[in-house]
């Protein structure tokens, strides 16, 4: 097999540049207004010592760990962590599915997966006596001044103590901890304080300084895909723009191989079994919730007919009426001949392109509706594009 003979193409609507479109009314509810009586200074999550900052920093990035109620102690960026038996070493356990926002800085301008090297770096500024944060002392006579930030490898970072010390990770949900990229602060330098690039649930858009600061939501969507080829699971879900998971059979994670990359990057459900369909559907109401899209194949099984489509089934416009997220249509085409039905260990060069329609509102709109208009687009465009 010669991969170098697949060709990829991606169309992306002009839509999903947009911070607002449709009508003023529409546009209202996509807007959050908030007054600041004392002005915002800057937006550097190493500066924000007060809460007219801290607020909009929080907004924009993200903390290895956050508070869950009062008293308890949550993963945000760090799925789960580790104490050593003296607790001086603490093994936080990263997401893999993180990725910064869009950025002039980084390559082709898309915002590219955060790592624990991310993580070493923006502690290490904190303490960087260039950088003068005055968040410096959060730090000081607690981490240990040599082995203290150590990113053991891509999702694996360890935080060494001089001694015990139990607010250590109050102090980490502190906005001056927020993970920043360091290639987009070495292009800003100072001027990342107006030019911010994090991983939260907002994205930077404009700041004109004592006037107006512009944020917009970071979308995520319920991508929908036709369904033609084993082919189609491993081209979609590295190839869609934002951080996904999809949903396939649990009996996909015994293959060989292909079992681990399941069991890791897929919502496994069993089909036959009511209490595993509920339950995956709580799943990947609570995947959009963390911000990844959901990739769904509405036609459940792949499409063995000359028809553009099999009929949909009700679970992925459900989904996205009930938590309220738009519907991204994706058409494929040419998996099937890549790799045809009921051959395996075979994969014929050809060029295989994936296009993205304008995104479906699912709000004033039943599930069946969403679904009519969806399957719709989607059997239209193909007629026209096959």
């Known amino acids: 097999m010669k991969y170098k003979n697949i060709y990829l193409f991606f169309l992306v609507p002009c839509s999903l540049c947009l911070v607002t479109c449709g009508t003023r009314n529409q546009s209202l509810k996509k807007i959050f207004h908030y007054n600041e009586s004392t002005g915002i200074a800057l ?30 102690t949550k993963g945000s960026l760090a799925k789960s962590w580790d104490i050593s038996a003296d607790r001086l070493e ?23 997966k955060m790592l624990a090297s991310d993580v070493e770096y923006s502690f290490k500024r904190i303490l960087d006596t260039k950088i003068a944060s005055p968040g410096f002392y959060i730090f000081n006579n607690v981490v240990d001044s040599i082995e203290g930030f150590k990113a053991i490898d891509d999702s694996t970072f360890r935080l060494k103590l001089i001694k015990p010390y139990s607010p250590i990770l109050q102090i980490l949900k502190m906005t001056y901890c927020s993970i920043v990229p360091k290639e987009v602060v070495e292009k800003y330098g100072s001027d990342f304080r107006s030019h911010p690039c994090g991983t939260g649930p907002f994205q930077f858009v404009a700041w004109e300084e004592g006037l107006a ?43 060989p191989l292909f079992g681990f990359y399941y ?22 109401r609570w995947v959009l919730r963390t911000g990844l899209d959901m990739v769904i194949y509405p036609e459940g099984t792949r499409n063995r007919s000359d028809d553009p489509l099999k009929s949909f ?35 014929q060069p050809c060029k295989m392109e994936m296009h993205f329609l304008p995104p479906v509102e699912s709000t004033n709109m039943t599930s069946r509706e969403l679904k009519e208009k969806v399957f719709r687009q989607m059997w239209d465009y193909y007629e026209a594009n096959k």
């Not at 190493?46 to 109620?69: C, I, R, Y």
């Not at 189609?232 to 998971?245: L, R």
């Not at 992925?316 to 039905?341: C, I």
Request: hydrophobic share 40%; with cysteine; glycine share 4%.
């Open 43 to 72: 937006l550097d999550p190493a500066f924000s010592k007060n809460q007219s900052t801290m607020w909009p920093v929080h907004q924009l990035f993200n903390t290895l760990v956050e508070n869950d109620g009062d008293t308890k």
């Open 90 to 112: 603490y093994i936080f356990h990263l997401r893999t599915d993180v990725t910064f926002h869009d950025n002039d800085a980084f390559e082709n301008r898309k915002g590219r």
């Open 213 to 255: 600061l512009i944020f917009k939501k970071n979308e995520n969507y319920v991508v929908v895909c036709n369904h033609n080829s084993l082919m189609d699971v491993p081209m979609t879900t590295p190839f869609i723009p934002g951080a996904n998971k999809t949903i396939a059979k649990s009996s996909f994670a015994k293959v």
């Open 263 to 284: 069991m890791k990057g897929a919502v496994l459900v069993d089909r036959k079994n009511e209490k595993s369909r509920k339950e995956s559907f709580k799943k990947m």
């Open 313 to 347: 089934y009700d679970g992925a416009f459900k989904l996205a009426v009930s938590s309220g997220k738009p519907v991204m249509p994706a058409v494929l085409f040419n998996t099937r001949k890549a790799l045809p039905t009921g051959k395996f260990f075979y994969l």
